[in-house]
């Protein structure tokens, strides 16, 4: 067993080892639910097997201990020097390939169940969403808010509230699922969505900006222009660069592309059904929907609501809309 542990406990490591050096695509919760069900066989191989062949053998040694005992009393000799206390709490001691196993399961299935169907941390590693989400901020996401999923399979088995427009939601990014990001969904099923000379329509309807002092991004030391719009029921904040063009340069060929039209001005989009079209805050510095398309129901992940910390600035910790 401490053989095949290694083999098992040495294949992670160089999972892991490759994912964080790019050789790999990885899928931490793949990598978590096989902890789970790998240290759980340990878990369970230990309370019913090993543990009691331990007990067992620890009881067999206080029964041939006090056998010793009865026969060298009878021979005259009361008192023993040595009790054999340190021999049986090596008899009960469990192993070293149990302890990095099953002695983990609690924790790994905590760390599972919480990730995996309440919060989940992510960190902002881009400033797509300035001014909302700073690079750097460890945001949480509640996984239950749109419908609780089974992990890996991502597959819906309750139904949640619905995704609003203003939310801001974490998703698989459709052209490769195995990366989440990070964008505001501006339009639902059945929306059309127009962003024309920089400015956003849904259903023909113009949302309203209104002008608040410019934002300072400390990554570029530079002032932008900044609104504050309201898609849903709460506002946000978003930054426009005057400098970049309207148009949309290199949009993908995605699936449902049909039901967008490109122009100078920039571009409009029927909302599939099942589907959502999703906008960076930072509009434009931000790679979305306009680019690569619309974000089906199967690849959300769950709803950013709280920044928990970032260490280059505290004052970022707090909830957001």
Known sequence: MQVLTSLVLAAFCAY???????????????????AVVISGLYWLAERFYFLPQRVAAAEQFDADNARRHKELSKMGIAK???????????LLMQPWWLDWTAGLFPVILVVFLLRSFLFEPFKIP?????P???????????KFHYGVRLPVLNLKITQGTEVARGDVMVFRYPPRPSVDYIKRVVGVPGDEVSYLNKKLFINGQAIATENIPEFFDESVMRYFKQSQEKLGEKSHNLI???????FIPGADDFAFRDQCRYSIEGVVCKVPQGHYFMMGDNRDNSLDSRYWGFVPDANIVGKAFFVWM??????RIGAFN
């Open 240 to 246: 426009v660069d005057d400098d970049r063009p309207a």
């Open 132 to 142: 909302t989400l700073w690079v750097g901020d460890l945001i949480l996401v509640n």
């Open 80 to 90: 023993v020097d040595a009790t054999g206390e340190d021999a049986r709490d090596k």
């Open 310 to 315: 970032n260490f280059g600035n505290l004052k």
């Open 126 to 130: 881009s400033g797509s969403m300035i």
């Open 16 to 34: 892991a080892g490759s994912w964080y050096l790019g050789l790999q695509e990885g899928n931490f919760a793949l990598l978590l639910l096989m």
